[in-house]
């Protein structure tokens, strides 16, 4: 199977209008724990092929999960430049 999360921008006052995305990843894990070191799988784009800053999807192939589950866990983390931390959309659990 494949993630697919479609998101709507990435917005709030933590993200500097002037600010440049370097790149945006979407983290698949098997708990809802889902972060840069707690994943089962990752895709990304980097922030020069962001074509429509307002709209984009990401996809992830699922690999084998062990023991056997029908969902997983999934968020986009996004990497601004001049900003230390990613900042990430909530996490959402996707049923396969």
Not at 16 to 27: C, E, M, S
Not at 33 to 43: E, K, L, P, R
Request: glycine share 10%; proline share 7%; aromatic share 6%.
């Amino acid at each position: 199977g494949r993630s697919s999360v479609k998101q709507g921008p990435i917005t709030g006052e933590s993200i500097p209008v002037d600010k440049i995305p370097v790149n945006v990843t979407h983290y698949i894990n098997k708990t809802q724990y889902v972060s840069g070191g707690d994943i089962i799988a990752s895709a990304g784009i980097a922030g020069a092929a962001i074509i429509d800053p307002n709209s984009g999807s990401l996809e992830v192939a699922i690999p084998a999960i062990v023991p056997v589950q029908n969902y997983i866990f999934a968020r986009i983390g996004l990497k601004i430049a001049g900003v230390e931390a990613r900042i990430f959309t909530p996490v959402q659990k996707i049923s396969f």
